[in-house]
């Protein structure tokens, strides 16, 4: 065997996923794809599992969009059986044409979760899921797949359970309700806004949000019993009021966290880049999951910080001197690959603030999750290496 052939063999799966997505984004330039799987996430495909084969641990992510996924990710690569609860009262882009025109349940976000549970990020079909077509109103095949298959079954969860065998997930996800819902959203400045898409582009922060049905709003039936029969819940990460709290106001939902024998981990955005959390610290996200449902069921808070988080206000001034960085400035400027000037906002943590979380009962852990290159996005590995964590205090609470 020669040399080249040899040193093809060799390459590591992580490089070969990251090679696949980085030109799977140069090519087809008819055909964009959705963001929410990068080269960033090749190396957790990797990775050693960590929970042994026989283990039977379980893991829920409740949330949505963009951020859920990173969860479902995280979780399957550490060998964690893992599924998705997921929100619907999502109604912009091609969701919200289809939901609009068709009458259809939401599918963007179940969309996501499926593609984060794909087997094999190279098939095929798994990129091709993720397509969107410029030409006819942005939709990706993924939606118009979901949206036909529930027309051609009569039922969604049956068009998602296709979509899960087609991309051989290795979970399964399910609606939190499969009643049309949307969402009413109640600024700190005492404004209204109705719409999930309007409502996460406040030019304020929200202060509460509420479902809005046709009727009594019941909660899907598998999305409860997954959620009372997990040991590890997790919320977020992800837009807040938009994607993660919407799951909770479904009746029945916090009831089932409730009854679940599984620990609750609330993992807190980096920073954000809309306006429903704009400017809002760590503890307000904690107070929100709070006065949504959550009092009393939180146990783990996951929060970023660069710097470590102590009683002594001197750190901050020797964080500056050694650094040249202020931490109090709100605002820093995204690294290259985002859009360029955008600026956005961290998600800040103090000492204060951590006593606050922790006089309501969780345990806040505090670590330095950053992509470097993304300042939005957690690092794959950084994220896993905390979930872990979280997993042997789990194991040794339950001791």
């Not at 799977?24 to 799987?37: A, L, N, Q, V």
């Not at 190396?43 to 960590?50: I, T």
């Not at 529930?150 to 051989?168: K, S, Y």
């Not at 993992?267 to 929100?288: F, I, K, N, P, Y």
Request: charged share 20%; proline share 7%.
């Amino acid at each position: 065997m020669d040399s080249s052939s040899t040193l093809l063999r060799s390459r590591s799966k992580a490089d070969r996923v990251s090679e696949m997505l980085h030109e799977s984004h140069m090519e087809g330039g008819h055909f964009p794809h959705d963001p929410s799987m990068t080269e960033a996430f090749a190396p957790l495909y990797a990775a050693d599992p960590v929970v042994p084969e026989t283990s039977s641990l379980k893991a829920v992510v409740i949330g949505g969009g963009t951020g859920a996924p990173v969860s479902i990710r995280t979780l399957l690569s550490m060998g964690v059986e893992t599924s998705a609860v997921v929100a619907m009262a999502d109604d912009g882009g091609s969701t919200g044409i289809l939901r609009e025109r068709a009458g259809v349940t939401p599918p963007g976000d179940i969309r996501k979760c499926i593609c984060a549970m794909a087997a094999d990020p190279e098939d095929p079909l798994t990129r091709a899921f993720k397509y969107r077509f410029p030409f006819a109103d942005n939709h990706t095949l993924g939606n118009l797949m979901l949206s036909a298959l529930e027309d051609a079954t009569g039922e969604f969860p049956q068009a998602v359970q296709i979509c899960e065998r087609l991309l051989n997930a290795r979970g399964h996800v399910y609606p939190s309700t499969l009643d049309r819902v949307s969402l009413v959203a109640r600024t700190r400045d005492g404004r209204y806004i109705e719409g999930q898409a309007v409502a996460c582009h406040s030019r304020t922060a929200l202060a509460h949000v509420q479902l809005r049905g046709q009727g009594k709003i019941q909660a899907y039936q598998p999305a409860l019993d997954a959620i009372r029969n997990a040991d590890l819940i997790v919320l977020g990460p992800g837009s807040l009021f938009t994607s993660i709290i919407p799951n909770l106001l479904v009746p029945g939902v916090v009831d089932a966290i409730r009854q679940s024998r599984g620990a609750t981990l609330f993992v807190c955005s980096l920073a954000d880049m809309q306006g429903e959390t704009w400017g809002l610290t760590a503890r307000e996200h904690v107070e929100a999951l709070l006065a949504h449902g959550m009092r009393g069921l939180l146990d783990y808070v996951l929060v970023h910080s660069p710097y470590p988080v102590r009683p002594d206000a001197s750190e901050t001034g020797t964080f500056r001197a050694v650094t040249g960085v202020n931490v109090g400035d709100s605002r820093f400027t995204v690294a290259p690959g985002e859009e360029a000037g955008r600026r956005v906002r961290p998600v800040r943590i103090d000492y204060p603030d951590l006593r606050s979380i922790q006089s309501k009962g969780p345990v806040v852990l505090v670590r330095n999750l950053v992509d470097p290159q993304r300042p939005t996005w957690h690092d794959p590995l950084l994220l896993r290496e905390a979930f872990t964590g979280v997993l042997r205090l789990c194991r040794s609470r339950q001791r």
